[in-house]
């Protein structure tokens, strides 16, 4: 890509933050003569990322010439057991081996396993440490599919609000970023639009200058809640309640559209039937707002125009978060807020991007396998329980076993992905990761918590250094990735690696010569002609690409004189056509499936409301930090300062901590019956009283090499099968002499 003002010495390359944001921002590279990136820097032609990164990415090129970059392929050295490893002196439990040996040792050992324990006691495990389109599956998936291996199903993240947002319009659509500047009021429900959908921001700053309001729903009070005109603290978990309690407020207040009702949904006398139910006082009683507050919230939600709801992923990572989701989502169909341009709500925009997944995923391949079928799916939420295989040896597994009646897991295969730091129930996936008799393979760019139980660590490379195409969750255009620099070492890309083990292993499929080119027209069914033959993405050929970067959706080309805006118009595709109040498709599985057609408030298990409050009365919120992405960036000095302030910290209300004899700063000790974890009390008022917060972190960047998933649970979301890392209960006590001892000596923190 030329730019004006670079010298002729200098290249610029069109890149897309491959990081899990809904951002997707287009990142400018500048190469110099010797093929070193010198800056990275927003795109400005780019309407949504507009010519800026966050500060996580802003200082990219410290991760990607990190000297902890991992840059040759290694092997553990024999006799050393799996387990964590000092940070800084991970390499002395490995030695350096060539692509070649490690390879051929890793093809070799999976045909074995395959042979003796049959391909499905291969697992792969990889989620979103790319959201590139071919990064996150393309390779890898014809690769596992061929072999036979077990498929994941990869719910840790997004699936309960997926489906609930589907069972309510049957394809995630929403409301274009550009367009909430012209929002009157801005509900953020559970969304940190600062802290990490920043490219939002702008929109909403924009909205503000025009008279708008913001309003954030959120347990904790983030930099977004900070900001706000109205912060509402609810309890965790309570979110469909609050959204029942509004609808119950609008209907009596007759602030529904009855006309976008009438002609756009499905369900609504038993919507309006089941809302009557859910009283102020009585949803009062949940969240911890009280009932005036709810009533004011429906109105100024429902009489003000455009109103949007820009809602994120935090509020289905409950038990009962799919529910949540799914009432929420009804909001703007009650109020006939997609009516007005910027109104309306967004959980997402993936469903406008319709790739040839057949194409990339081949999934005939699995016809070829020795199966002669597709595998068994193992859920990632169930990592721990699928390694530990809990109910070996006691007479047959448990119906609800993640493994089924298959083989126990042999091998893990794990990319994009560190779930020795980010899957729930750590320290049963840490004891499964242990096991000696697992063979563990980990394809990433640093040492992990993760890579400490590998017998194979593989270097991978940054979306610098291979090509890939990438739409967005939060935005509808489409992007190239072109390769701006050589990979440092020997690193090497998804679609390389399961290319070549697919060579190694025997498998003469022409689909693995594929080239990440190849890849790219594949996704976006370039046709004969040059165009892309997929839906919405008609007019854009791969020329195109290379010379704009990205290329808006077709709905999206033109958006001040044809705006989009979602559901003006059906059918949709539901099973009535229409926005489902009521789902039949959840009515069709019939009572015994135990899922309500209507939504329900019902309290989670482990919540202050079950009985588990008896024992851990406190609710925690394993947080995400603004200046990382899950577990990635955690290990870099510059992030990490960014994050000072609540590093090893367990945020408290003072009065839970004053009733439990803790002042600012003591050592306190977290636990529940999964895990204990040592971290220094910080008083929060701002947090509702019963409820506690600690950040993500990499494990064995904490106190005892555990992080806050040594508390939480592998129980699955009400729908999508999803993790319910916000559902946790857990109780907290001011640490002895004896921990404060023993985190002294593992953590040399005696400053
Ligand atoms: S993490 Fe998000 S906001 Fe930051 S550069 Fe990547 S896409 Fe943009």
């Not at 007759?254 to 039937?273: P, S, V, W």
Request: charged residues 25%; glycine residues 10%; hydrophobic residues 40%.
């Amino acid at each position: 890509m030329p730019a004006t003002d670079t010298p002729a010495t200098l290249r610029v390359v069109h890149t897309v933050c491959s990081h899990d944001c809904p951002d997707s921002c287009g990142v400018l590279v500048t190469v110099n003569e010797q093929g070193r990136a010198i800056k990275v820097a927003g795109d400005p032609a780019h309407p949504v990322t507009q010519g800026f990164l966050c500060g996580k990415v802003a200082k990219y090129l410290d991760r990607v010439y990190a000297p902890s970059r991992l840059l040759y392929p290694l092997k553990r050295k024999p006799n050393v057991a799996k387990g964590p490893l000092e940070r800084g002196r991970e390499h002395e439990a490995f030695e350096r081996v060539s692509w070649d040996e490690a390879q051929d040792a890793i093809a070799a050992k999976l045909k074995a396993i395959a042979e003796e324990f049959g391909p499905e006691s291969i697992l792969p495990y990889s989620y979103a440490g790319t959201i590139g389109v071919l990064g996150y599956g393309s390779m890898d998936r014809r690769f596992f599919h061929r072999l036979g291996a077990s498929q994941l199903d990869r719910t840790i993240c997004s699936e309960a609000g997926g489906v609930a947002w589907n069972l309510v319009y049957g394809k995630k659509l929403g409301t274009p970023a550009e367009d909430f500047r012209l929002a009157k009021l801005i509900v953020a429900w559970g969304a940190n639009i600062h802290g990490n959908n920043v490219h939002l921001w702008p929109m909403v700053e924009q909205a503000r200058r025009n008279g708008g309001r913001l309003i954030v729903i959120d347990p904790y009070r983030t930099r977004t809640a900070a900001l706000a005109d109205w912060h509402i603290a609810i309890r965790p978990g309570t979110d469909g309640a609050l959204a029942l309690g509004m609808m119950h407020v609008i209907l009596n207040e007759g602030l529904e559209d009855r006309a976008y009702i009438a002609e756009m949904t499905h369900g609504f006398e038993r919507l309006a039937e089941r809302a009557r139910e859910y009283t102020p006082e009585r949803v009062a009683a949940w969240t911890g707002m009280t009932a005036a507050e709810v009533e004011q919230l429906a109105r100024e939600y429902a009489t003000t125009r455009p109103a949007v709801i820009r809602l994120n992923y935090g509020v289905q990572r409950a038990e009962n978060g799919g529910t949540a989701v799914r009432a929420i989502a009804m909001l703007p169909a009650l109020t006939g807020a997609w009516k007005h341009r910027g109104g309306g709500g967004s959980l997402s925009t993936s469903g406008a991007f319709q790739w040839d997944r057949k194409a990339l995923d081949r999934p005939d391949l699995a016809l070829k396998s020795p199966l002669g079928r597709l595998a068994r799916t193992v859920n990632m939420c169930s990592l721990g329980e699928a390694l530990e295989d809990r109910d070996q040896g006691s007479g047959g597994r448990d119906q609800k076993s993640p493994l089924g009646d298959g083989p126990p897991v042999k091998a893990l295969f794990v990319y994009n992905s560190n779930p020795g730091a980010v899957a729930p129930n750590q320290n049963a996936v840490k004891t499964g990761m242990a096991r000696a008799d697992l063979f563990t393979v980990v394809h990433e760019q640093f040492f992990t918590d993760t890579t400490d139980y590998a017998d194979y660590v593989l270097p991978a490379t940054t979306f610098l250094e291979h090509t890939d195409v990438q739409g967005a969750y939060g935005h509808y255009f489409v992007q190239l990735s072109q390769q701006a620099i050589a990979p440092p070492g020997e690193a090497r890309p998804n679609v390389w690696l399961f290319g070549e083990l697919a060579r190694r292993m025997g498998f003469e499929d022409a689909c693995f010569g594929d080239s990440e080119m190849d890849l790219v027209a594949q996704a976006l069914g370039i046709g004969p002609d040059g165009h892309s033959t997929r839906p919405e993405m008609e007019h854009i050929t791969l020329d195109d690409l290379k010379r704009d970067g990205h290329i808006p959706l077709a709905f999206h080309r033109e958006p001040e004189t044809k705006p989009f805006q979602p559901y003006l118009s059906g059918p949709l595709p539901t099973p009535s056509g229409k926005i489902e109040f009521y789902s039949e498709t959840l009515a069709a599985q019939g009572p015994d499936a135990g899922l309500d057609p209507l939504p329900a408030f019902v309290p989670n298990v482990e919540s202050r409301f079950g009985e588990l409050a008896k024992r851990f009365p406190l609710e925690f919120l394993s947080r995400k930090a603004d200046n990382y992405m899950n577990s990635t960036f955690a290990n870099l000095d510059g992030h990490r300062r960014m994050e000072a302030k609540t590093n090893q910290a367990l945020e408290i209300h003072p009065a839970d901590a004053s009733a439990r004899g803790i002042a600012e700063g003591d050592l306190v000790r977290i636990w529940n019956d999964r895990g204990t974890l040592l971290l220094k009390a910080m008083l929060n008022a701002s947090l509702p009283p019963g409820v506690v917060a600690g950040k993500l972190d990499w494990a064995k960047l904490s106190a005892g090499g555990a992080n806050v998933n040594a508390l939480t649970s592998e129980r699955l979301t009400d729908l999508g099968a999803g993790a319910t890392f916000y559902s946790a209960l857990v109780e907290v006590e001011k640490a002895g002499t004896r921990d404060l001892g023993n985190r002294i000596r593992e953590q040399g923190l005696a400053s």
